[in-house]
């Protein structure tokens, strides 16, 4: 998972310097800090807000909502007999709490 969050990161990085602009321009037109923008190309934790207004200046933000694309199935075309739920079976014990007749 990680791996793949740097894949991620890198590419968007390579993306902000193939578009000319520097960490200063992103933090300008975004609203964050220098630091926050560092952080976020250095692949650490910063919230999801502030990763979406990374990705608006970037131009991205059309390409993640759009991303994965939905499937044509519905909920209710999911085959009943494969994801329904099952009861757990009563246990037949000869057990009693005593206040039973």
Excluded at 62 to 85: G, L
């Amino acid at each position: 998972m990680e791996q793949n969050y740097l894949r991620l990161i890198k590419k968007l990085k390579a993306y902000r310097i193939s578009q000319f602009k520097t960490q200063e321009d992103v933090a300008l037109e975004s609203g964050l800090s220098k630091r926050t923008i560092v952080n976020l190309e250095k692949g650490e934790n910063v919230s999801m807000e502030n990763f979406w207004k990374y990705l608006d200046v970037l131009g991205l933000t059309q390409a993640f909502v759009s991303f994965p694309p939905f499937a044509d199935m519905r909920f209710e075309d999911i085959p009943k007999n494969k994801y329904e739920r099952q009861r757990v079976r009563e246990r037949k014990t000869d057990f009693h709490w005593g206040d039973e007749e």
